[in-house]
């Protein structure tokens, strides 16, 4: 008998977007509610998308800084629209809000409240996500 696989539509749009990009050093997993939260509280410097109640974890293996990570996760998440974004890192935060246009995003309650009572911040926007290579400095 054969199973039907059930897959979150933000693995798929992120598989898909990987694919059709192909240089990007952006792993994509999907994860529970549950295991967001930890990973939040643990202040992992991971970005994380949420799509109609599910979850992605990105992590970037790109070496040299906060800078260079969003660049990645910019190429990543390049073309998928808006998408919601959860971050404990104020650096990348507001490295990736450099390569991203964005707007102020209410986060899932659960998930607020968990990390709020850990004393942590958590920086929750709305994405309209577009790559832009850095200014050039002269």
Avoid at 4 to 21: M, N, Q, R, T
Avoid at 35 to 64: C, D, H, K, M, P
Avoid at 90 to 103: H, I, M, P
């Amino acid at each position: 008998m054969i199973k039907k696989l059930k897959l979150p539509l933000s693995l798929i749009l992120a598989f898909l977007v990987s694919a059709i990009i192909g240089f990007s050093n952006v792993q994509a997993r999907s994860i529970s509610k549950s295991t967001l939260i930890a990973q939040l509280q643990s202040r992992y410097q991971w970005v994380y998308i949420e799509n109609s109640g599910s979850f992605t974890q990105l992590s970037s293996s790109v070496t040299g800084g906060y800078d260079k990570a969003a660049q990645d996760y910019a190429k990543y998440l390049s073309n998928m629209g808006r998408t919601k974004i959860y971050i404990v890192n104020s650096g990348l935060n507001n490295a990736l809000k450099q390569y991203v246009g964005y707007t102020p995003a209410t986060p899932d309650p659960e998930v607020a409240k968990a990390v709020k009572a850990r004393g942590i911040t958590l920086y929750c926007f709305e994405a309209d996500v577009y790559y832009r290579p850095a200014p050039v400095v002269n």
